[in-house]
């Protein structure tokens, strides 16, 4: 439904996004998750047609948005970062005035604003002013402007941003509720959103594509590949010798001490294992580090949540190697040059 | 054709409708109206001060009272003043045009919409002229009550040509004005910049004729008031037509490509 290639968009001399490439499929709600200013909101302008990409294309259902814009301007829904609401209209004149330009045949107005008012859950306030609306309401009528005309795919740039919970969890489930024939894809950068409403993950950071997965795959894939922290003393490169002699582990490295750690004695040095998925080698860790003569004062099993995958994926001091041997899937893109950006 | 007609039509009432919700357009019409019935009214007077010492002095002095067209020099005095009013009133209703819906991020909607630049300037532009004409309405009433007082009456064509040209100049002003707010999402930078340009326009005559020439000549044709003066007097005059239509395709094709450009620019 959506394939998007090489994108690129620079501004004079700084590059906002870099060769992003990705596809959506049909009836998909895509997450498209990243720190600030990773470049999520430049690509969803370029795919909506708001901004010009500096090279690359895409195509939105089978339309280019270079050659078809028009096509393609008429089969998405855009909901910008600020809701593009006129304060002075009421939310029923407004959604008339947006069906209109959005090239609804005439006969279809009154039943395609109505059940955009429906699904939105604006129909007791239908004539109201916007000037008048509580932000919730506001982004409500945000979406319900991008639905209005039916369109196959939907763009929805930080559709929760500014909301209460409760909010949060109305906009969620209406964003849910409109997945099915439609096509959707949400930028975020908040990651249980992108767990709770999302089938799959686009992480950007420093206007690259670092992964794209389902959010189960990438929380099982880190998370299977847990590990072990350790407080120790000794010499520490010896340590991380043996310990990646052994069979499942995967890396060794060491990790800044809390300052409440090793008060007793600062030879002590903390340590991070990282394991094959599913396995569990924290007897043989324990046993080769008393064998070898290591003190060790503390031992405890960590996981990866997608906050984890997330930060790994997208902080800028990431250790190279680290990015090796977690590479998540076929289509990761690891950021190995996290400086390039 | 028909979706562009109607993709006009929606931007056209919109862009009216929304004018007679804001609280700064009524103010600006009262004013308006306010100023432009105090003209009214002191041309009125002063005529009739003056046609009163010329009768005084046929009495007196047995000086012939000269033949005044007393309509038709009323008509011409009031409609130069009223180009002064559209030069303070203009460019506050077309600064909003554009940079209003660069700073609400409306434009947005629009840039994404299924729906040209240009068909978006027209709209726009029809709008807020239509403002304009509603705006003069009751000035209209108020001519026809005095001139309706004229005998032998008026012929029907000056002051039909007058107020065309009024509109005219009115229109071209608006295109420009819309043109640079597109360029600013600052009403107020766009109004004071409007208001110079504008200034410009209406009196590069000036200008010109203290360059004289050729070069001269060609600059005084651009002037709005020049054009203006022409048609008020009553004298149909079809390049004076054209230039004031010229301004107002400039303005909505600028309009457009600086939409267009802007595209570029955005971050």
């Given at each position: 439904?959506i ?7 620079t501004?004079?001399?700084?590059s ?6 990705f596809?959506?499929?049909?009836g998909?709600?895509?997450g498209?998750?990243?720190?600030n200013?990773a470049?999520?909101?430049t690509?969803m ?7 010009p ?6 195509k939105?259902a ?7 814009s028009?096509?393609?301007?008429q089969?998405?829904g855009y909901l910008?970062e ?15 005035f947006?069906?209109?330009?959005k090239a609804?045949p005439a ?7 109505q ?19 509580s932000?919730g309401?506001?982004q ?11 369109p ?8 929760t941003?500014?909301l209460?919970p409760?909010?949060?969890i109305?906009?969620?489930?209406l964003?849910?509720?409109l997945?099915?024939d439609?096509t959707?894809?949400?930028?975020t950068?908040?990651?249980p959103?992108v767990s709770?409403?999302?089938s799959?993950?686009?992480i950007i950071n420093?206007?690259?594509v670092?992964?794209t997965?389902s959010p189960?795959n990438l929380m099982n894939e880190l998370?299977g590949g847990?590990?072990y922290?350790?407080e120790i003393?000794g010499?520490i490169s010896?340590a991380k010798?043996v310990?990646?002699n052994l ?10 001490k809390?300052p409440?750690d090793s008060?007793f ?9 990282i394991?094959n998925?599913?396995t569990?080698p924290?007897n043989h860790?324990?046993?080769t ?5 290591f003190d060790?004062?503390?031992?405890r099993r ?9 930060l790994d994926l997208?902080?800028?001091e990431?250790?190279p190697e680290l ?12 950021n190995?040059?996290?400086e390039?950006? | ?7 006009i039509?929606?931007i056209y009432?919109?862009e009216?409708?929304s004018y007679f919700?804001?609280?700064?357009a009524?103010?600006i019409v009262?004013?308006?109206w306010?100023?432009?019935g ?7 007077q002063?005529i009739?001060?003056?046609?009163a ?5 046929n009495a007196?002095l047995?000086v012939p009272v000269?033949?005044?067209?007393v309509?038709y020099?009323f008509?011409?005095a009031?409609l130069?003043?009223l180009?002064?009013?559209l030069?303070?009133i203009?460019?506050?209703?077309s ?5 209003e819906e660069?700073?609400r991020g409306t434009?947005e909607?629009?840039?994404t919409s299924?729906?040209?630049n240009w068909?978006?300037?027209v ?9 304009f ?5 009751p000035l209209l ?7 309706s007082?004229a005998?032998?009456p008026m012929?029907a064509a000056i002051?039909l040509l007058g107020?065309?040209?009024l509109?005219l100049?009115a ?6 004005g819309?043109f ?6 600052s009403t107020?930078?766009?109004a ?12 590069v005559e000036l200008?010109a ?7 001269g000549?060609i600059?005084?044709n ?19 037509v054209?230039v004031?239509l010229?301004y107002?395709i400039l303005?909505i ?5 600086s939409?267009n450009?802007f595209?570029?620019?955005r971050r």
């Amino acid at each position: 439904m959506i394939e998007v290639e090489h994108l690129n968009k620079t501004y004079g001399s700084t590059s906002a996004i870099t060769d992003v490439t990705f596809r959506v499929e049909k009836g998909e709600i895509l997450g498209f998750l990243g720190p600030n200013g990773a470049g999520k909101t430049t690509t969803m302008r370029i795919l909506a047609g708001y901004l010009p990409a500096t090279s690359g294309t895409a195509k939105i259902a089978g339309f280019d948005i270079n050659e078809n814009s028009l096509e393609v301007r008429q089969r998405i829904g855009y909901l910008p970062e600020n809701p593009p609401l006129y304060a002075e209209m009421t939310i029923e004149a407004y959604l008339y005035f947006v069906a209109r330009i959005k090239a609804v045949p005439a006969g279809d107005r009154a039943q395609k604003v109505q059940a955009a008012m429906e699904r939105c859950n604006l129909l007791d306030r239908r004539h109201v002013i916007i000037r008048k609306l509580s932000k919730g309401y506001r982004q409500r009528v945000g979406i319900a402007q991008a639905i209005v005309h039916e369109p196959s795919v939907i763009i929805l740039d930080e559709p929760t941003v500014g909301l209460d919970p409760r909010q949060i969890i109305e906009v969620r489930n209406l964003i849910k509720s409109l997945a099915g024939d439609r096509t959707i894809i949400i930028s975020t950068h908040i990651l249980p959103e992108v767990s709770m409403v999302c089938s799959r993950v686009t992480i950007i950071n420093g206007g690259k594509v670092v992964a794209t997965n389902s959010p189960e795959n990438l929380m099982n894939e880190l998370a299977g590949g847990s590990g072990y922290e350790l407080e120790i003393d000794g010499d520490i490169s010896l340590a991380k010798q043996v310990l990646l002699n052994l069979a499942d582990v995967n890396l060794v490295e060491s990790i800044a001490k809390s300052p409440n750690d090793s008060v007793f004695d600062d030879r002590r040095v903390n340590l991070r294992v990282i394991c094959n998925p599913n396995t569990e080698p924290g007897n043989h860790i324990a046993a080769t580090l008393m064998r070898t003569g290591f003190d060790l004062y503390e031992m405890r099993r960590v996981s990866a949540t997608l906050e984890d995958v997330f930060l790994d994926l997208t902080t800028e001091e990431e250790k190279p190697e680290l990015d090796e041997n977690l590479a998540l899937s076929d289509e990761t893109v690891t950021n190995e040059e996290g400086e390039a950006a | 054709m028909g979706i562009v007609l109607s993709n006009i039509i929606a931007i056209y009432r919109r862009e009216l409708q929304s004018y007679f919700v804001s609280p700064l357009a009524y103010a600006i019409v009262g004013i308006f109206w306010f100023l432009a019935g105090l003209f009214f009214v002191i041309i009125l007077q002063d005529i009739i001060q003056y046609i009163a010492i010329l009768e005084t002095r046929n009495a007196q002095l047995g000086v012939p009272v000269p033949p005044i067209d007393v309509p038709y020099t009323f008509l011409q005095a009031f409609l130069e003043r009223l180009e002064w009013l559209l030069l303070f009133i203009l460019p506050i209703l077309s600064m909003g045009l554009y940079s209003e819906e660069r700073k609400r991020g409306t434009l947005e909607l629009l840039a994404t919409s299924p729906i040209t630049n240009w068909a978006v300037a027209v709209g726009k532009l029809l709008g807020v002229l239509t403002f304009f004409i509603t705006m003069i309405l009751p000035l209209l009433i108020l001519e026809a009550i005095v001139l309706s007082a004229a005998n032998p009456p008026m012929s029907a064509a000056i002051p039909l040509l007058g107020h065309l040209a009024l509109i005219l100049l009115a229109g071209a002003i608006l295109s420009v004005g819309m043109f640079i707010s597109s360029l600013t999402d600052s009403t107020i930078l766009s109004a004071v910049m409007s208001f110079a340009v504008i200034f410009l326009l209406l009196f590069v005559e000036l200008i010109a004729k203290s360059i004289g020439g050729f070069f001269g000549e060609i600059l005084g044709n651009l002037s709005l008031l020049k054009h203006y003066n022409t048609l008020i007097q009553g004298v149909f005059d079809t390049s004076s037509v054209i230039v004031f239509l010229s301004y107002i395709i400039l303005g909505i094709f600028l309009t457009a490509q600086s939409i267009n450009a802007f595209r570029f620019q955005r971050r």
